[in-house]
């Protein structure tokens, strides 16, 4: 137990991390195909706590950061594709045409640009209030969609973008998953975090008292996109091709069902989360591909796999509201402390 309950988001992550090596261990043991189950749990893992820094401290839905993940995918692809592939596939300037950076490189470029773009898209929309900000998020999903769809001479169309780097291995992926963890954490334990879950109890007492409510919400909102693109890198060098439906509406609804799942409030809850949801994708992935009993082979029929994670998510969202987990930390915190935890307003 910490001196300082302040402190227990640190403390948190690194349980975490250390839960998430053990994982990782174990996995480097295992065949080639249950690794690629973990190295893709791992990257969303990466996604999930990047929406946890702004949905779990504002207690706003976003629906669009899964466009933070495919710009930074397609700047990394532009950045790190050799140069007679993007002659073939893209139209790119003469520059960046011949311009082939190391993937490191390429992640530390890319990662503080997509921040500045969250800055640029996220000044207007945090202003919103109400359902008007879920809703606004949404649309950037939308036109980022159509823009990749169509924007042919720099992310190849509905054509996909194939020929990727593949860098993204286990011990990649552990790395990805663990700075977030660690990004998620230290921003936990800031003033800003604190004065954004004030506002995320009650906003009108929160502008009140003098919080400015607007520059909290862009301040988590450009952490939380920097960190969901750099899952997007890690995920395009995973797979080795991306299209404009790789990040859409399908990895939307499975990164926000992993958030709520856990308990969007706790960073403990988001991990919880991707768990849950990566083992029971992978069991009925396994009953749609079939297995053998004697001569006969059974097979379930498909989107069996979209329908059980949406039977969970409701069954979650009508027995345990807030998640599996709920305000794990808060609570924590607040028992530590030696106070009764406080009951959130609303």
């Not at 137990?1 to 302040?6: E, G, K, T």
């Not at 080639?32 to 779990?56: C, D, H, N, S, Y």
């Not at 975090?193 to 919080?211: D, F, H, P």
Request: with cysteine; hydrophobic share 55%; net charge neutral.
């Amino acid at each position: 137990m910490l001196a300082n309950p302040a402190l227990r988001p640190l403390q948190t992550a690194a349980i975490l991390i250390l839960v998430l090596l053990g994982v990782a261990l174990m996995a480097a043991l295992a065949p080639p195909a249950m690794q690629r189950t973990v190295v893709e749990a791992m990257i969303k893992l990466t996604v999930v706590v990047g929406l946890f820094v702004f949905v779990g401290n504002s207690g706003v839905f976003s629906f669009g950061h899964v466009a933070f993940m495919a710009v930074g995918g397609y700047m990394s692809a532009v950045l790190t594709l050799a140069p007679a592939r993007k002659e073939t596939l893209l139209d790119l300037p003469g520059f960046l045409e011949a311009l082939q950076l190391p993937w490191p490189v390429a992640m530390i470029v890319v990662v503080p640009a997509v921040g500045l773009i969250a800055l640029a898209v996220g000044w207007p929309i945090c202003r919103l209030r109400g359902i008007a900000l879920p809703m606004a998020t949404f649309a950037i999903l939308i036109i980022t969609f159509v823009v990749a769809s169509n924007w042919k001479e720099v992310t190849g169309g509905r054509q996909a973008l194939v020929g990727l780097p593949r860098y993204t291995g286990l011990w990649v992926a552990f790395g990805g998953a663990a700075l977030a963890i660690l990004a998620a954490a230290i921003y936990g334990v800031t003033r800003h975090s604190l004065l954004l879950r004030c506002s995320r109890e009650n906003e009108v007492a929160a502008a009140a008292t003098g919080i400015d409510v607007e520059r909290e919400r862009l301040i988590a909102f450009v952490i939380s996109a920097m960190i969901v693109a750099a899952g997007g890198v890690l995920f395009s060098h995973f797979i080795g091709t991306i299209t404009a439906n790789t990040f859409y509406l399908d990895l939307t609804f499975v990164t926000l069902t992993m958030l709520v799942a856990g308990g969007m409030r706790s960073l403990t809850g988001a991990f919880v989360g991707v768990a849950l949801v990566s083992i029971v994708s992978e069991l009925f992935r396994t009953v749609e591909r079939g297995f053998s009993v004697g001569n006969v082979t059974i097979a379930a029929p498909p989107g069996l796999q979209e329908i059980a994670l949406a039977a969970i998510l409701l069954a979650i969202l009508i027995l345990r509201p807030s998640g599996l987990l709920g305000d794990h930390e808060v609570a924590f915190t607040s028992s530590s402390s030696g106070s009764s935890p406080a009951k959130p307003e609303g």
